[in-house]
């Protein structure tokens, strides 16, 4: 009996993997500049499009096994060439001004971003299924699998385990917890703060074009992926509690779990799962789950 | 005319090839110096941008007296939050999708016309092709987007079911999210329930999507699968596709048919289609140019009722009634309930060397008022009163050849 719930927990599981890769980005960046990124999703939809147009290019020309390369590739394309312009340009004028302000500001340059993915790339859905096929399939509990679902969620653990030791044992890691804990005495300490800022940034755009990439090959790239991909990345960042990396974590996993079992058990409720988990959290612990009062940790 | 479908969303996968074909159907028209020597100018509306902006821009373009006609709309919901406007409006209006029964269920329309089947008819012809081709399912599952569309598909199927094989249990039904990225949980739920037949209304991005992911999880080669707008994601994902899953045109427009086949125009429509847009029209596309003409059969019609003199919006729609014309791919009937007539098309999926994608085959064409329910009557209520031996008097899979 208990075997039938294994494609449950396998299926919430890979569900939870692509929602982190994006919420994680989310929460990192809020804790470092204090910044709701309402434009978070749209990287994760540009590190999609990228992945697709890049990886069937590499494909045309060495195969889907070079096709592959395509899902690192592009995130970090997208992180070097739009992290550092946007914070230089549009989010370094807002810090420090109301929360309204920079609610604002990112809102309108996800409006922009939602229209340059129009004008590059229309309006007809995009893929390239290649890179899911090459890893072949399992079979777990009597349902087929594709492999690249089962690799997605040992990619997400990967990047948890690697952004807490990033963050507990480099250097870059530690400046950027002094810039969290206090910008004033970092500075006073010689740290250049608005390099932290640079950096930590163009992380958080990255994390969300990986989960784009990652996505890429098992979902279709089309307009509109970027809102439906926020709405949820803040429902998770608001679980986890705001600036919580093992929070966005587990509220991924919660998240993905719920949904699947929803889809299981009682279907009408899929659509608003991540909701009535907020509503559930928010209710017991409004700061969510590793969330507190006027603490500053990451 | 102003044109509205979706150009912006996922739901552009299927709004698109609807304008492609307004685009050349309207350049011929006009090349061929238009509707009694008058040159028509579509206004695009992109219906992306939400109900109200439509219901918005709807207004504004009728309040321009040089418009004369609307072919409005894709979307069941931006059809009905217009028709009450045009009717409202006195604009002549022509729904060139538009699939949903309710949209005359109740309410009566003078300046509303459908100019295309709508959900009964198109998922009734469903189960009738199933039933011929499988009559001993036992078991079958739903997945269909969570919406009136989706919603009513389900009910039509289940129904239609309960009337001509009772004993056809529901194992499973699924309605994600218009929209949904990822149908990966849904595709194991599928899976873990092995139904004999999956029936699914799913369309544009969310088609191509579903297809996807669920071909390299083997869900096409466990039992039988019904897309039932499945000919519109042919070219994207055939390849994908085994052979027999059923798949329909939702209407009678399919380029391929022996209908279109036969029709001079219409091969000289597919053709030029494949050459500008580098692919075969697909359903929606004969839907928008099947309304386009019947619109310009609509405005001869009031000529030469005026004796040439312009028709007002009036004239229009009072030409519009009981019309009965050929289109590319068959007849439309406007009932007297403003309501189309229009016959279904299902099919399995047939490999074709001549094409790199699996094609329609095996198909039968049922006869609009076989499947249609007459007007004035409740449409579950006359799907209820459905008898088994009805498969018996209807033409069978592989007859329309």
């Known amino acids: 009996m208990l075997s039938a719930y294994i494609p449950l927990v396998v299926d919430g599981l890979a569900d939870a993997a692509l929602i982190f890769f994006v919420a994680v980005g989310l929460t990192l960046v809020f804790s470092v500049m204090r910044i709701l990124n309402v434009a978070h999703g749209s990287f994760y939809a540009l590190g999609a499009y990228a992945s697709v147009v890049i990886g069937i290019w590499l494909t045309g020309r060495g195969g889907p096994i070079l096709g592959l390369a395509a899902l690192v590739v592009s995130p970090i394309l997208i992180a070097v060439l739009l992290g550092p312009l946007i914070e230089r340009t549009l989010l370094r004028w807002t810090y420090g001004r109301p929360e309204a302000l920079q609610i604002l500001v990112t809102f309108g340059l996800f409006l922009i971003l939602e229209d340059a993915q129009k004008l590059l790339f229309g309006v007809q859905p995009y893929s390239n299924a290649a890179p899911m096929q090459i890893f072949g399939i399992s079979q777990i509990g009597g349902i087929v699998y594709l492999n690249y679902q089962l690799l997605l969620i040992a990619m997400a653990i990967g990047v948890a385990i690697g952004l807490r030791l990033m963050l507990k044992h480099t250097r870059i890691g530690k400046l950027i917890v002094a810039v969290v804990a206090d910008q004033e005495v970092a500075q006073t300490l010689g740290i250049d703060s608005s390099r932290v800022f640079i950096l930590a940034f163009s992380l958080g755009v990255f994390l969300a074009a990986l989960g784009g990439a990652l996505a890429s090959p098992t979902v279709g790239v089309a307009p509109g992926l970027g809102s439906e991909t926020i709405v949820l990345a803040f429902a998770v960042a608001a679980i986890g509690g705001l600036g919580q990396i093992e929070g966005a974590a587990l509220a991924a996993i919660l998240v993905g779990l719920t949904r699947s079992a929803a889809i299981y058990f009682a279907p009408e409720f899929q659509p608003v799962a991540p909701y009535l988990v907020m509503l559930a959290v928010l209710l017991v612990r409004p700061y969510g789950l590793f969330g507190s009062v006027g603490l500053r940790r990451i | ?401």
């Open chain 2, 1 to 401: 005319m102003g044109i509205f479908t979706f150009t912006s969303g996922p739901a552009a996968a299927y709004g698109m090839p609807g304008r492609n074909a307004a685009e050349l159907v309207l350049e011929k028209i006009n090349a061929q110096g238009g509707i009694g020597g008058v040159k028509v100018k579509p206004i695009y509306v992109d219906e992306g941008q939400g109900t109200d902006g439509v219901v918005a821009e709807f207004r504004r373009l009728a309040a321009d007296t040089n418009n004369q006609a609307m072919i409005a709309a894709l979307s069941s919901g931006n059809c009905l939050a217009l028709a009450p406007v045009a009717e409202q409006l006195k604009m002549p209006t022509f729904m060139w999708n538009c699939d949903t029964h309710q949209l005359f269920l109740k309410d009566k329309y003078q300046y509303v016309y459908r100019t295309n089947s709508s959900t009964v008819p198109e998922f009734i012809a469903s189960v009738l092709y199933l039933l011929s081709v499988n009559p001993n399912v036992k078991t079958a599952a739903i997945i269909n987007p969570d919406y009136a569309f989706g919603r009513d598909a389900g009910l039509i199927f289940k129904e239609t079911l309960k009337a001509l094989k009772p004993d056809v249990e529901i194992v499973a039904e699924l309605y994600p999210k218009l929209g949904s990225p990822s149908f990966n949980t849904e595709i194991s739920r599928l899976s873990a329930a092995q139904p004999d037949v999956i029936f699914s209304n799913l369309w544009g991005a969310d088609l191509e999507n579903f297809v996807r992911q669920a071909a390299p999880r083997q869900l096409f080669s466990r039992g039988k699968v019904i897309l039932a707008l499945g000919e519109s994601v042919l070219q994207r994902v055939g390849t994908l596709l085994p052979e027999g899953v059923i798949v329909g045109v939702i209407g009678d427009g399919w380029w391929k048919s022996p209908h279109a086949q036969a029709n001079a125009l219409t091969r000289d429509f597919v053709e030029s289609y494949r050459k500008r847009y580098n692919e075969y029209p697909v359903f929606p596309s004969f839907k928008m140019a099947n309304t386009l003409y019947a619109v310009k059969a609509i405005y001869e019609k009031a000529l030469a009722t005026n004796k040439d003199r312009w028709p007002t919006r009036e004239d229009l729609i009072a030409a519009a009634g009981n019309l009965k014309t050929e289109t590319l791919t068959g007849t439309l009937e406007l009932r007297p309930d403003h309501d189309g007539l229009v016959d279904q098309i299902v099919g399995v999926t047939v490999k074709d060397p001549a094409y790199p994608f699996p094609i329609m085959g095996q198909m039968v064409r049922y006869p609009a008022r076989a499947v249609t329910p007459p007007a004035g009557i409740d449409p579950i209520a006359w799907i209820a009163k459905l008898k088994p031996d009805v498969l018996a008097t209807l033409p069978k899979p592989g007859s329309y050849k």
